[in-house]
Protein backbone atom coordinates (compact mmCIF):
# COMPACT_ATOMS: atom_id res chain seq x y z
CA UNK A 1 0.00 0.00 0.00
CA UNK A 2 0.96 3.48 -0.63
CA UNK A 3 1.04 5.72 2.34
CA UNK A 4 1.12 9.72 2.15
CA UNK A 5 2.80 11.38 5.31
CA UNK A 6 2.82 15.10 6.47
CA UNK A 7 6.05 16.38 7.75
CA UNK A 8 6.70 19.12 9.83
CA UNK A 9 9.16 21.50 11.25
CA UNK A 10 12.78 19.53 12.33
CA UNK A 11 11.42 16.73 9.85
CA UNK A 12 10.40 18.63 7.20
CA UNK A 13 13.29 20.17 7.04
CA UNK A 14 15.22 16.91 7.53
CA UNK A 15 13.60 15.43 4.37
CA UNK A 16 13.37 18.40 2.54
CA UNK A 17 9.74 18.32 1.56
CA UNK A 18 6.73 18.89 3.37
CA UNK A 19 5.14 15.53 2.41
CA UNK A 20 6.36 11.82 1.18
CA UNK A 21 4.52 9.42 -0.29
CA UNK A 22 6.54 5.24 0.69
CA UNK A 23 5.10 2.08 0.07
CA UNK A 24 4.80 -0.36 2.79
CA UNK A 25 3.58 -3.45 3.35
CA UNK A 26 -0.61 -4.38 4.42
CA UNK A 27 -0.96 -3.81 8.18
CA UNK A 28 2.84 -1.76 8.67
CA UNK A 29 2.79 -0.90 11.79
CA UNK A 30 3.57 2.44 13.27
CA UNK A 31 7.32 1.76 14.57
CA UNK A 32 7.90 -0.28 11.03
CA UNK A 33 7.33 3.34 9.38
CA UNK A 34 9.67 4.90 11.50
CA UNK A 35 12.21 2.01 11.31
CA UNK A 36 11.89 2.39 7.41
CA UNK A 37 12.64 6.48 7.40
CA UNK A 38 15.28 6.34 10.23
CA UNK A 39 17.24 4.23 7.40
CA UNK A 40 16.34 6.16 5.02
CA UNK A 41 16.77 9.78 6.73
CA UNK A 42 19.59 8.76 9.19
CA UNK A 43 18.79 12.37 10.94
CA UNK A 44 15.31 11.69 11.84
CA UNK A 45 16.69 8.90 14.50
CA UNK A 46 19.05 11.94 16.23
CA UNK A 47 15.77 14.00 17.21
CA UNK A 48 15.33 13.86 21.01
CA UNK A 49 11.83 11.48 19.97
CA UNK A 50 9.54 11.39 16.88
CA UNK A 51 5.97 10.24 17.17
CA UNK A 52 3.59 9.03 14.34
CA UNK A 53 -0.11 10.83 14.26
CA UNK A 54 -2.98 9.23 12.79
CA UNK A 55 -5.83 11.04 11.69
CA UNK A 56 -5.03 13.99 14.08
CA UNK A 57 -4.10 11.56 16.97
CA UNK A 58 -0.89 10.01 18.30
CA UNK A 59 -0.54 6.91 17.50
CA UNK A 60 0.57 3.20 19.18
CA UNK A 61 3.76 1.65 18.31
CA UNK A 62 1.93 -1.29 17.09
CA UNK A 63 -1.06 0.58 15.75
CA UNK A 64 -1.18 -1.01 12.16
CA UNK A 65 -1.38 1.75 9.19
CA UNK A 66 -4.09 2.19 6.51
CA UNK A 67 -3.75 3.66 2.91
CA UNK A 68 -6.57 6.93 3.41
CA UNK A 69 -5.50 7.24 7.23
CA UNK A 70 -4.06 11.02 7.12
CA UNK A 71 -0.22 10.11 8.79
CA UNK A 72 1.97 12.94 10.34
CA UNK A 73 5.15 12.76 11.71
CA UNK A 74 5.64 14.47 14.81
CA UNK A 75 9.13 15.85 15.99
CA UNK A 76 9.42 17.13 19.17
CA UNK A 77 6.95 19.74 20.04
CA UNK A 78 7.77 23.18 21.31
CA UNK A 79 4.44 25.62 21.59
CA UNK A 80 3.20 27.74 23.92
CA UNK B 1 -17.72 26.41 27.21
CA UNK B 2 -14.33 26.01 25.05
CA UNK B 3 -12.76 28.63 23.10
CA UNK B 4 -9.85 27.46 20.60
CA UNK B 5 -7.79 29.48 18.37
CA UNK B 6 -4.80 28.82 16.23
CA UNK B 7 -4.24 32.37 14.55
CA UNK B 8 -1.59 33.79 12.01
CA UNK B 9 -2.81 37.32 13.46
CA UNK B 10 -1.75 39.17 16.71
CA UNK B 11 -3.77 38.06 20.03
CA UNK B 12 -6.14 40.23 21.28
CA UNK B 13 -5.46 39.40 24.83
CA UNK B 14 -8.73 41.39 25.78
CA UNK B 15 -10.72 39.72 23.76
CA UNK B 16 -9.65 36.41 25.15
CA UNK B 17 -10.22 37.66 28.77
CA UNK B 18 -13.76 38.65 27.65
CA UNK B 19 -14.33 35.08 25.95
CA UNK B 20 -13.68 33.34 29.78
CA UNK B 21 -16.23 35.89 31.60
CA UNK B 22 -18.95 34.44 33.19
CA UNK B 23 -21.04 35.64 36.11
CA UNK B 24 -21.39 32.59 38.38
CA UNK B 25 -17.00 32.72 37.69
CA UNK B 26 -15.37 34.70 40.45
CA UNK B 27 -11.82 33.73 39.69
CA UNK B 28 -10.58 34.40 36.12
CA UNK B 29 -6.62 33.37 35.49
CA UNK B 30 -4.61 34.01 32.54
CA UNK B 31 -1.04 32.81 31.15
CA UNK B 32 0.24 34.63 28.43
CA UNK B 33 3.62 33.57 26.90
CA UNK B 34 5.74 36.27 24.88
CA UNK B 35 8.75 36.07 23.03
CA UNK B 36 11.71 36.76 25.46
CA UNK B 37 14.76 38.42 23.78
CA UNK B 38 17.25 35.51 25.44
CA UNK B 39 17.07 31.83 25.05
CA UNK B 40 19.50 29.40 26.68
CA UNK B 41 21.74 32.60 26.74
CA UNK B 42 21.34 33.74 23.23
CA UNK B 43 20.11 36.89 22.13
CA UNK B 44 16.47 35.96 20.11
CA UNK B 45 16.13 38.10 17.25
CA UNK B 46 12.49 36.57 15.53
CA UNK B 47 10.48 33.16 16.09
CA UNK B 48 8.52 31.08 13.42
CA UNK B 49 5.71 29.23 14.94
CA UNK B 50 4.69 26.22 12.44
CA UNK B 51 1.82 24.03 13.32
CA UNK B 52 -0.06 21.23 11.90
CA UNK B 53 -3.50 23.31 12.21
CA UNK B 54 -5.85 20.09 12.06
CA UNK B 55 -3.98 18.44 14.30
CA UNK B 56 -3.30 21.41 16.64
CA UNK B 57 -6.38 22.15 16.99
CA UNK B 58 -7.84 18.71 17.99
CA UNK B 59 -5.42 18.76 20.28
CA UNK B 60 -6.07 21.87 21.80
CA UNK B 61 -9.26 21.11 22.48
CA UNK B 62 -8.79 17.77 24.23
CA UNK B 63 -6.45 19.53 26.70
CA UNK B 64 -8.85 21.80 27.51
CA UNK B 65 -11.41 18.63 27.81
CA UNK B 66 -9.10 17.18 29.99
CA UNK B 67 -8.97 20.58 31.98
CA UNK B 68 -12.83 20.07 32.50
CA UNK B 69 -12.99 16.95 33.67
CA UNK B 70 -10.52 17.15 36.02
CA UNK B 71 -11.92 20.72 37.34
CA UNK B 72 -15.64 20.12 36.51
CA UNK B 73 -15.95 23.57 37.92
CA UNK B 74 -15.01 25.35 35.40
CA UNK B 75 -17.05 27.91 33.35
CA UNK B 76 -15.16 28.90 30.56
CA UNK B 77 -12.07 28.08 29.03
CA UNK B 78 -9.93 29.97 26.19
CA UNK B 79 -6.70 28.44 24.44
CA UNK B 80 -5.15 30.35 21.69
CA UNK B 81 -2.32 30.31 20.22
CA UNK B 82 -0.45 32.16 17.40
CA UNK B 83 1.71 30.96 14.48
CA UNK B 84 4.06 32.55 11.47
CA UNK B 85 6.57 35.11 12.40
CA UNK B 86 6.93 36.58 15.91
CA UNK B 87 9.11 39.04 16.97
CA UNK B 88 10.13 39.84 20.73
CA UNK B 89 7.50 41.04 23.33
CA UNK B 90 4.50 39.37 20.83
CA UNK B 91 2.14 37.39 22.62
CA UNK B 92 2.59 33.82 21.16
CA UNK B 93 -0.16 31.90 23.62
CA UNK B 94 -3.01 33.15 26.03
CA UNK B 95 -4.73 30.67 28.39
CA UNK B 96 -7.58 32.17 30.15
CA UNK B 97 -10.17 29.78 32.41
CA UNK B 98 -12.75 30.73 35.03
CA UNK B 99 -14.51 29.40 38.23
CA UNK B 100 -16.28 30.32 40.99
CA UNK B 101 -12.99 29.67 43.25
CA UNK B 102 -9.64 30.95 42.77
CA UNK B 103 -7.36 27.74 43.51
CA UNK B 104 -8.56 26.07 41.09
CA UNK B 105 -8.17 28.45 37.89
CA UNK B 106 -4.47 28.45 39.01
CA UNK B 107 -4.30 25.13 38.75
CA UNK B 108 -6.27 24.49 35.58
CA UNK B 109 -4.59 26.76 33.67
CA UNK B 110 -1.24 26.06 34.61
CA UNK B 111 -2.21 22.45 33.82
CA UNK B 112 -3.32 23.70 30.19
CA UNK B 113 -0.20 25.02 29.30
CA UNK B 114 1.35 22.61 31.06
CA UNK B 115 0.01 20.12 28.99
CA UNK B 116 -0.19 21.67 25.74
CA UNK B 117 3.78 22.10 25.91
CA UNK B 118 3.98 18.46 25.55
CA UNK B 119 1.37 17.45 23.12
CA UNK B 120 0.01 20.20 20.77
CA UNK B 121 1.38 20.07 17.17
CA UNK B 122 3.28 23.50 16.82
CA UNK B 123 7.14 23.72 16.69
CA UNK B 124 9.12 26.63 17.00
CA UNK B 125 12.09 27.93 15.34
CA UNK B 126 14.13 30.93 16.92
CA UNK B 127 16.34 32.77 15.26
CA UNK B 128 19.50 34.61 16.87
CA UNK B 129 21.97 37.26 15.20
CA UNK B 130 24.01 34.12 14.03
CA UNK B 131 22.08 31.20 13.08
CA UNK B 132 18.65 29.12 14.29
CA UNK B 133 17.43 26.14 16.11
CA UNK B 134 14.45 24.21 15.96
CA UNK B 135 13.52 24.38 19.41
CA UNK B 136 13.86 21.19 21.87
CA UNK B 137 14.52 19.36 19.04
CA UNK B 138 17.75 17.07 19.99
CA UNK B 139 18.64 16.14 23.09
CA UNK C 1 9.54 47.04 39.77
CA UNK C 2 6.38 47.07 41.80
CA UNK C 3 3.02 48.72 40.91
CA UNK C 4 0.58 49.07 43.46
CA UNK C 5 -2.99 51.18 43.29
CA UNK C 6 -6.17 51.40 45.04
CA UNK C 7 -9.10 52.39 42.97
CA UNK C 8 -12.27 53.43 43.43
CA UNK C 9 -12.38 53.47 39.58
CA UNK C 10 -13.25 50.60 36.81
CA UNK C 11 -10.11 48.29 36.56
CA UNK C 12 -8.53 48.74 33.58
CA UNK C 13 -7.33 45.33 32.84
CA UNK C 14 -5.53 45.78 29.52
CA UNK C 15 -3.56 48.81 31.18
CA UNK C 16 -2.74 46.78 34.00
CA UNK C 17 -0.96 43.91 31.55
CA UNK C 18 0.37 46.36 29.66
CA UNK C 19 2.55 47.43 33.15
CA UNK C 20 3.64 44.03 33.70
CA UNK C 21 5.27 43.47 29.93
CA UNK C 22 8.81 43.56 29.87
CA UNK C 23 11.23 41.67 27.26
CA UNK C 24 13.05 39.17 29.24
CA UNK C 25 10.03 38.20 30.76
CA UNK C 26 8.04 35.18 28.46
CA UNK C 27 5.83 34.66 30.96
CA UNK C 28 3.01 36.43 32.38
CA UNK C 29 0.39 35.98 34.91
CA UNK C 30 -2.74 37.33 36.02
CA UNK C 31 -5.41 36.72 38.29
CA UNK C 32 -8.68 38.88 38.32
CA UNK C 33 -11.07 38.49 40.67
CA UNK C 34 -14.77 40.01 39.65
CA UNK C 35 -17.83 40.01 41.42
CA UNK C 36 -20.18 36.60 41.58
CA UNK C 37 -23.72 36.41 41.18
CA UNK C 38 -23.66 34.20 44.32
CA UNK C 39 -21.95 33.95 47.68
CA UNK C 40 -22.80 31.03 50.36
CA UNK C 41 -25.51 29.91 47.65
CA UNK C 42 -27.28 33.77 48.81
CA UNK C 43 -28.06 35.97 45.27
CA UNK C 44 -25.58 39.00 45.41
CA UNK C 45 -26.96 42.39 44.26
CA UNK C 46 -23.89 44.27 44.52
CA UNK C 47 -20.56 44.74 46.91
CA UNK C 48 -18.70 47.05 48.63
CA UNK C 49 -15.70 47.62 49.66
CA UNK C 50 -14.22 49.95 52.14
CA UNK C 51 -10.60 50.36 52.54
CA UNK C 52 -7.64 51.90 55.31
CA UNK C 53 -6.35 53.41 52.49
CA UNK C 54 -2.72 54.23 53.84
CA UNK C 55 -2.54 50.72 55.76
CA UNK C 56 -3.82 49.04 52.53
CA UNK C 57 -1.25 50.28 49.90
CA UNK C 58 1.54 49.38 52.46
CA UNK C 59 0.70 46.39 53.01
CA UNK C 60 0.22 45.86 48.75
CA UNK C 61 3.51 46.85 48.54
CA UNK C 62 4.92 44.56 51.38
CA UNK C 63 3.17 41.50 49.90
CA UNK C 64 4.75 42.57 46.58
CA UNK C 65 7.97 42.52 48.09
CA UNK C 66 7.65 39.38 49.76
CA UNK C 67 7.34 37.71 46.60
CA UNK C 68 10.46 39.51 44.86
CA UNK C 69 11.92 38.15 47.77
CA UNK C 70 11.02 34.48 47.63
CA UNK C 71 10.88 34.62 43.56
CA UNK C 72 13.96 36.67 42.91
CA UNK C 73 13.55 36.32 38.64
CA UNK C 74 10.09 38.26 39.25
CA UNK C 75 10.60 41.33 36.91
CA UNK C 76 7.13 42.87 37.29
CA UNK C 77 4.38 42.90 39.57
CA UNK C 78 1.39 44.88 39.72
CA UNK C 79 -1.45 44.81 41.95
CA UNK C 80 -4.80 46.72 41.39
CA UNK C 81 -7.74 46.89 43.85
CA UNK C 82 -10.94 48.17 43.70
CA UNK C 83 -12.80 50.07 46.35
CA UNK C 84 -16.49 51.84 46.54
CA UNK C 85 -20.02 49.98 45.13
CA UNK C 86 -19.25 46.88 42.46
CA UNK C 87 -22.27 45.05 40.38
CA UNK C 88 -21.80 41.43 39.00
CA UNK C 89 -19.49 41.34 36.65
CA UNK C 90 -17.24 44.00 38.07
CA UNK C 91 -12.98 43.91 38.30
CA UNK C 92 -12.84 43.35 42.12
CA UNK C 93 -8.66 42.80 42.08
CA UNK C 94 -5.70 42.30 39.28
CA UNK C 95 -2.86 40.86 40.09
CA UNK C 96 -0.52 40.51 37.36
CA UNK C 97 3.39 39.32 37.30
CA UNK C 98 5.83 38.38 34.61
CA UNK C 99 8.98 36.36 34.91
CA UNK C 100 11.24 34.75 32.26
CA UNK C 101 9.92 31.17 33.39
CA UNK C 102 6.00 29.92 33.97
CA UNK C 103 5.71 28.02 36.45
CA UNK C 104 7.49 30.42 38.51
CA UNK C 105 4.60 33.42 37.03
CA UNK C 106 1.90 30.75 38.53
CA UNK C 107 3.71 30.43 41.85
CA UNK C 108 4.32 34.11 42.86
CA UNK C 109 0.54 35.20 41.44
CA UNK C 110 -1.04 32.51 43.57
CA UNK C 111 1.04 34.00 46.39
CA UNK C 112 -0.30 37.72 45.79
CA UNK C 113 -3.29 36.70 45.67
CA UNK C 114 -3.55 34.35 48.70
CA UNK C 115 -1.52 36.90 50.79
CA UNK C 116 -3.16 40.00 49.71
CA UNK C 117 -6.77 38.06 51.01
CA UNK C 118 -5.41 37.58 54.50
CA UNK C 119 -3.16 40.81 55.30
CA UNK C 120 -4.54 43.82 53.43
CA UNK C 121 -7.28 46.16 54.85
CA UNK C 122 -9.62 46.10 52.81
CA UNK C 123 -13.26 44.66 53.72
CA UNK C 124 -16.20 43.36 51.50
CA UNK C 125 -20.40 43.94 52.45
CA UNK C 126 -22.20 41.83 50.20
CA UNK C 127 -25.63 43.30 49.60
CA UNK C 128 -28.48 40.67 48.59
CA UNK C 129 -32.43 41.28 48.15
CA UNK C 130 -32.74 40.06 51.52
CA UNK C 131 -29.99 41.38 53.68
CA UNK C 132 -26.57 42.43 53.50
CA UNK C 133 -23.60 40.76 55.35
CA UNK C 134 -19.54 41.85 55.98
CA UNK C 135 -18.05 38.71 54.51
CA UNK C 136 -16.11 36.40 57.37
CA UNK C 137 -16.54 39.46 60.13
CA UNK C 138 -18.34 36.39 61.94
CA UNK C 139 -16.73 32.54 63.16
CA UNK D 1 -2.98 59.26 77.51
CA UNK D 2 -5.14 59.95 74.64
CA UNK D 3 -5.45 57.10 71.82
CA UNK D 4 -7.13 58.33 68.52
CA UNK D 5 -8.50 54.88 67.00
CA UNK D 6 -9.41 54.66 63.56
CA UNK D 7 -12.72 52.13 62.67
CA UNK D 8 -13.22 50.30 59.53
CA UNK D 9 -15.57 48.07 58.22
CA UNK D 10 -17.96 46.30 60.63
CA UNK D 11 -16.36 47.78 63.86
CA UNK D 12 -17.00 50.99 62.67
CA UNK D 13 -20.69 49.52 62.38
CA UNK D 14 -20.18 48.20 65.93
CA UNK D 15 -18.93 51.30 67.54
CA UNK D 16 -21.19 53.52 65.30
CA UNK D 17 -18.65 55.72 64.36
CA UNK D 18 -15.62 56.17 62.27
CA UNK D 19 -13.07 56.81 64.94
CA UNK D 20 -12.66 56.78 69.08
CA UNK D 21 -11.14 58.51 71.31
CA UNK D 22 -10.41 56.47 74.70
CA UNK D 23 -7.99 57.59 77.20
CA UNK D 24 -5.99 54.97 78.52
CA UNK D 25 -2.35 54.04 80.80
CA UNK D 26 0.58 55.37 79.59
CA UNK D 27 2.14 52.24 78.00
CA UNK D 28 -1.13 50.82 77.20
CA UNK D 29 -0.79 47.88 75.28
CA UNK D 30 -2.69 46.75 71.86
CA UNK D 31 -4.30 43.56 74.17
CA UNK D 32 -5.26 45.89 76.71
CA UNK D 33 -6.95 48.41 74.23
CA UNK D 34 -8.79 45.48 73.04
CA UNK D 35 -9.79 44.49 76.16
CA UNK D 36 -11.08 48.27 77.21
CA UNK D 37 -12.88 47.91 74.08
CA UNK D 38 -14.43 44.54 74.44
CA UNK D 39 -15.63 45.66 77.48
CA UNK D 40 -17.40 48.78 75.81
CA UNK D 41 -18.27 47.40 72.83
CA UNK D 42 -19.03 42.93 72.96
CA UNK D 43 -20.24 42.94 69.75
CA UNK D 44 -16.43 43.36 69.26
CA UNK D 45 -15.89 40.26 70.47
CA UNK D 46 -18.11 37.95 68.70
CA UNK D 47 -15.71 38.60 65.16
CA UNK D 48 -13.58 36.31 64.13
CA UNK D 49 -10.36 38.06 65.05
CA UNK D 50 -9.84 41.88 66.02
CA UNK D 51 -6.11 42.97 65.41
CA UNK D 52 -4.32 46.38 66.06
CA UNK D 53 -2.90 48.20 63.90
CA UNK D 54 -0.21 51.07 64.83
CA UNK D 55 1.40 53.11 61.38
CA UNK D 56 0.38 50.37 58.66
CA UNK D 57 1.67 47.61 60.41
CA UNK D 58 -0.15 44.47 62.26
CA UNK D 59 1.02 45.64 65.91
CA UNK D 60 1.85 42.87 68.52
CA UNK D 61 -0.30 41.89 71.32
CA UNK D 62 2.41 43.20 73.99
CA UNK D 63 3.20 46.14 71.98
CA UNK D 64 2.86 49.34 73.39
CA UNK D 65 0.61 52.08 72.61
CA UNK D 66 1.81 55.73 72.23
CA UNK D 67 0.21 59.11 72.05
CA UNK D 68 0.56 60.17 68.61
CA UNK D 69 0.39 56.81 66.96
CA UNK D 70 -1.79 56.02 63.91
CA UNK D 71 -4.16 53.80 65.78
CA UNK D 72 -6.61 51.09 63.60
CA UNK D 73 -9.13 48.22 64.43
CA UNK D 74 -8.67 45.72 61.91
CA UNK D 75 -11.48 43.09 61.62
CA UNK D 76 -11.77 40.16 59.69
CA UNK D 77 -10.15 41.64 56.47
CA UNK D 78 -11.78 40.37 53.22
CA UNK D 79 -10.27 41.85 50.01
CA UNK D 80 -9.78 40.01 46.61
Redesign the interface.
Known amino acids: MNLKI ?1 L ?3 A ?2 IVGQSALEVSAPEGQSARGLLQDLHARYPELA ?3 SLAV ?1 VN ?3 AAEDAPLREHD ?1 I ?1 L ?7 | MIHIDLTDQPIDVAAALQLVEAEGAGAINTFIGTVRNQSTGRSVVRLEYEAYDSMALHQLRKVAEQALEQWPMLQQVAIIHRKGTLYIGDVAVVVAVSTPHRAESFAACQFIIDTLKQVVTIWKKEFYEDGDVWVAAHP
Chains 1, 4 share one sequence.
Open positions: AFGIRERLSANEYEAIPPVSGG
